[in-house]
């Protein structure tokens, strides 16, 4: 008999618009091959019927709770009150634990997943005491990504974020205690968190790329066009969005007055959708497909300021062949060489050069998007990231039951 495994996720896993969505499907499908997945997901927004069964077809049983509104936001800031982390309340939900023990009530389940440090403590109830593998996927290190808003936020958010750094760390490390194995997407997020726990059971497991849906296209390209791709009430995107308008758009306008920077993603801010107001830059917003976006633009842009992780947008760029220029923070997670398979760029006048020899070289640029491409299919096609997490498969089926917190 295949294994079983209890998946519980943070956010409905499709459609795969987002990175951690992206991460936590390609998972899910990655077990369903190799187990008998029965996942609970929290929807922050309306699920869709084709979503629903997209799901359905990769599981034994699916539990969609809704979790959306003000309520959310509240259990948030009561859970920073009484001591714990705000992000523990955000994900707080009565009717998880309830589904968790109507199906421990007839299944045994060899193991289980969680994505997130938020939702880690479904995984220590009392129904799901006896199994034999309990994994937590954190993704990234949140305890370092509200540290890092912190430094880059002014009083009093620098005061709140800077708490909800702190205990989520005390959080993290509790779970280094009680989990099996720990997850994160790159062996610099690994680096960061072993700083402060070095004896974790940690271990990076990277994203991939579909390169069949993501890959180079004969699609002409605008001349002197930018694209931004991501989410856009993301702290880190509309911060990123408005420092390239602000900071850098204006020079490259100098030197190209036809220049236009698209900025493509759903739910942009205020702030995010003033900018469109500008000459030269458009927002375009929430798009069915983001690939033919990527495929018309001269150049891909990922001016982050604050990034956790692997960024899935620089990936996704890569693998459809165009020419990038990135600021360093997200390539801390990726082992790329700056000059062959992307620009990078430190400040204003290195991103105006690049963008400028983008625009103004086309073999460079053609080379440029070659060299990404072949890297991403060499480095971050998902089979191969996801290739230990058959540890999660293979234990499950060798191994006698324990009760979570005995020595392992």
Not at 228 to 236: A, H, M, S, T
Not at 323 to 331: G, N
Request: hydrophobic share 40%.
């Amino acid at each position: 008999m295949k294994p079983r495994i209890l998946y519980i996720t943070h956010r409905t896993p499709w459609p795969p618009d987002r990175g951690d969505r992206i991460r936590t499907w390609n998972i899910l499908k990655f077990l369903a091959t190799r187990a008998e997945v029965d996942l609970i997901c929290l929807a922050d927004e309306p699920v869709s019927h084709s979503a629903r069964t997209a799901l359905q077809k990769v599981t034994r049983r699916l539990a969609i709770v809704p979790h959306s509104g003000k309520g959310r936001y509240i259990r948030g800031a009561l859970s920073m009150a009484r001591g714990r982390t705000m992000t523990e309340g955000l994900f707080e939900s009565r009717a998880i634990g309830s589904v968790i023990r109507q199906w421990a009530e007839n299944t045994t389940y060899t193991a289980t997943l969680a994505s997130s440090s938020g939702i880690a403590h479904y995984l220590q109830q009392p129904d799901l005491k006896r199994v034999l593998h309990s994994w937590i996927d954190l993704i990234d290190v949140d305890s370092q990504k509200w540290l890092d808003y912190s430094r880059s936020s002014r009083f009093p958010m620098s005061l709140i974020y800077g708490m909800e750094g702190r205990r989520l760390r005390q959080l993290e490390t509790q779970l280094a205690q009680v989990a099996d194995r720990l997850l994160v997407v790159t062996e610099a997020e690994r680096k960061i968190f072993t700083d402060f726990c070095p004896d974790a059971p940690i271990q990076a497991v990277g994203n991939g790329v579909d390169t069949d849906y993501f890959s180079p296209s004969t699609m002409d390209v605008t001349p002197h066009s930018c694209c931004f791709v991501g989410v856009l009430n993301y702290l880190p995107n509309s911060d990123a969005v408005t420092w390239f308008s602000d900071n850098v758009w204006p020079h490259v306008r100098e030197k190209y007055p036809d220049a236009v920077f698209r900025i493509v993603g759903k739910s942009p801010t205020r702030e995010v959708e003033a900018l469109g107001e500008r000459t030269g830059i458009e927002v375009v917003g929430p798009v069915p497909d983001v690939r033919p976006w990527l495929h018309q633009s001269s150049c891909v842009v990922v001016p982050l300021r604050i990034a956790r992780g692997v960024q899935n947008k620089v990936l996704e760029a890569m693998a459809c062949g165009r020419p990038i220029v990135c600021s360093p923070e997200p390539l801390k997670g990726l082992s790329v060489e700056p000059g062959l398979q992307l620009l990078e760029a430190n400040n204003v006048g290195e991103w105006v050069t690049h963008i400028s020899r983008v625009f103004s070289d086309s073999c460079q640029a053609q080379e440029l998007g070659m060299a990404a491409s072949a890297w991403v299919h060499l480095n971050h096609r998902w089979a191969s990231c996801l290739e230990p997490l058959n540890d999660i498969v293979n234990m499950s089926r060798s191994e006698p039951e324990r009760e979570i917190g005995v020595s392992k």
